[in-house]
């Protein structure tokens, strides 16, 4: 059974970090691409980043470009996105996502639970 768990999600005021965490199992996701999307109340589920499991490539949308990192950590089938520089407009739920290392959600299989981001001004 795959199974994706995010944690790390809170309130932070404008201009600080967060870490969100992705513990990935349930299989082997060495040929996986391994998303971060978002999603603000009233709109729809937007790419944030993505690493490429086998060579950790990786992709940013351009709003986070500069200020989010996304890494992975194989011994512990874990992906990282730091964040960095936090702006009231990154407040959403994220999500960890696991497939084809595309920048839609449906080029994606399997999905985490989402945690709570809130960037206060």
């Known amino acids: 059974q795959v199974q994706l768990v995010e944690s790390g999600g809170g309130l932070v005021q404008a201009g600080g970090s967060l870490r969100l965490s992705c513990a990935a199992s349930?299989?082997?996701?060495?040929?996986?691409?391994m998303g971060w999307f978002r999603q603000a109340p009233g709109k729809e589920r937007e790419f944030v980043a993505t690493?490429?499991?086998?060579?950790?490539?990786?992709y940013y949308t351009d709003s986070v470009k500069g200020r989010f990192t996304i890494s992975r950590d194989n011994a512990k089938n874990t992906v990282y996105l730091q964040m960095n520089s936090l702006k009231p407009e990154d407040t959403a739920v994220y999500y960890c996502?696991?497939?084809?290392?595309?920048?839609?959600?449906?080029?994606?299989?399997?999905w985490g639970q989402g945690t709570q981001v809130t960037v206060s001004s």
């Open positions: 690493i490429r499991w086998r060579d950790s490539s990786t």
């Open positions: 996502a696991a497939g084809s290392w595309g920048k839609t959600p449906d080029e994606y299989t399997y």
């Open positions: 349930g299989r082997s996701f060495s040929s996986y691409g």
